[in-house]
Structures are given as structure tokens and as C-alpha cells.
């Protein structure tokens, strides 16, 4: 079974940077396309990024393409979020997720994370 564990999140000013970090444990993880959804307060989840098991094909939300970078390092079973430019509109709560099949479904993931706090001031 695989557990996924998020840090990385916090406060930071508008324009400014964050990287997200999803360490997973299990032996499946290279086996699983892997992304981040966040979840506004008041909103629904909403798909971000997804990277498959052997980092050959990645997803980027169209809106987010340019400043949000999703890459995976299976040696050390992570994965990244890259969150460049941030603006008060990111303010979320920001999930690790895995998925069996490819999907930028947010909630037809398989496994989650507990998530993190990703907060942009104004």
C-alpha cells in the first residue's frame, strides 16, 4: 500500500515562490501516475498537475502552464510541485495524489496525501 506525506507549504507574498514535496513509501510508487490537486476553502477540488510513474509524459492545469513545473524523482519515491509567481488566487490547500491510470480528474485519484497549506498575501 502507498502512503503519501506533503510539506512544503506556507505563507509567501504575491509573485513569489514555493516547492511542494510528496515523499511516498511502498514499493508500487514507480508504478503510479502521480499529481497534486488543490482545494480552495469553499470550492472544489481542482486538478493540477500529474506527472506518469517514469516522468515521460506530464499535465499542467492550461492556467497554471508557465509558472507551475511537476517533476518526480523515483529514486528517492517523490515528487515535486514548482510554484513560481504564485498570486493570492493559489491560496489552497494543496493535495498529493496517485492514480492506477492517468487522470486530470481531481477526485478519480486512488491514494491521498493529508495535505498542505499553501497561503499567498496580497
Known amino acids: 500500500q502507498v502512503q503519501l506525506v506533503e510539506s512544503g507549504g506556507g505563507l509567501v507574498q504575491t509573485g513569489g515562490s514555493l516547492r511542494l514535496t510528496c515523499t511516498a513509501s511502498?514499493?508500487?510508487?514507480?508504478?503510479?501516475?502521480t499529481g497534486w490537486v488543490r482545494q480552495a476553502l469553499g470550492k472544489e477540488r481542482e486538478f493540477v498537475a500529474g506527472?506518469?510513474?517514469?516522468?515521460?509524459?506530464?499535465h499542467i492545469l492550461d492556467s497554471l502552464k508557465g509558472r507551475f513545473t511537476i517533476s518526480r524523482d523515483n529514486a528517492k519515491n517523490t515528487v515535486y510541485l514548482q510554484m513560481n509567481n504564485l498570486k493570492p488566487e493559489d491560496t489552497a490547500v494543496y493535495y498529493c495524489?496517485?492514480?492506477?491510470?492517468?487522470?486530470?480528474?481531481?477526485?478519480?485519484?486512488?491514494?491521498w496525501g493529508q495535505g498542505t497549506q499553501v497561503t499567498v498575501s496580497s
Open positions: 511502498g514499493r508500487a510508487f514507480s508504478s503510479l501516475y
Open positions: 506527472t506518469s510513474g517514469t516522468s515521460s509524459a506530464t
Open positions: 495524489a496517485a492514480a492506477w491510470q492517468w487522470t486530470t480528474i481531481a477526485n478519480h485519484f486512488d491514494v
